[in-house]
């Protein structure tokens, strides 16, 4: 299934992504795609929000992994712009946190490790179109 949204403002990117956060189920992977800029971290603010995580989130750049456990669920948050491998990910305890039924994995810049991704994460590809307006965004869900 393939889902399609357009926003026309960070708030309404923050709203889509809270929604689905209110109904994300533990073990989950979302993966985070688009250009730099594109909204991702704000994205993630709202996904965050929709599982009650109540302090500040910032995207994890320079640390790959920033770990929330203030919501529902547990969030663990990749960022693997800077990631050297996927074998890097599995140091990093990749796979025993994308199980985790307590938890959510939302990676950011997903396709730069797409041979470790789960067959069944959801994929959310964030796209500008600047003809439409400077705070435009298409979402792609499938």
């Known amino acids: ?12 990117t923050f ?10 189920e533990g073990g989950e992977v979302y993966c985070l795609d688009g250009d730099l800029g594109v909204g991702k971290t704000v994205f993630a603010q709202g996904f ?4 009650g ?4 989130m910032a995207s994890p750049t320079f640390t790959i992994l ?24 599995e140091e990093i305890g990749f796979h025993d946190l994308a199980g985790d039924a307590e ?3 939302l990676i950011e810049w997903s396709r730069l490790i797409t041979g470790i991704i789960p067959e069944d994460a ?9 003809e439409k307006g400077f705070s435009y965004r298409r979402i792609q869900i499938s």
């Open 1 to 12: 299934m393939q889902q399609i949204t357009e926003t026309y403002s960070p708030e309404e």
């Open 15 to 24: 709203a889509l992504a809270k929604r689905m956060g209110e109904k994300a």
């Open 48 to 51: 965050g929000a929709g599982l």
């Open 53 to 56: 995580i109540d302090e500040p």
């Open 66 to 89: 920033k770990e929330y456990h203030t919501g529902r669920l547990a969030l663990y948050h990749f960022d693997v712009y800077r990631i050297g491998s996927e074998d890097e990910m």
């Open 103 to 105: 938890g959510v994995s």
């Open 122 to 130: 959801v994929h959310v590809t964030i796209e500008k179109d600047p």
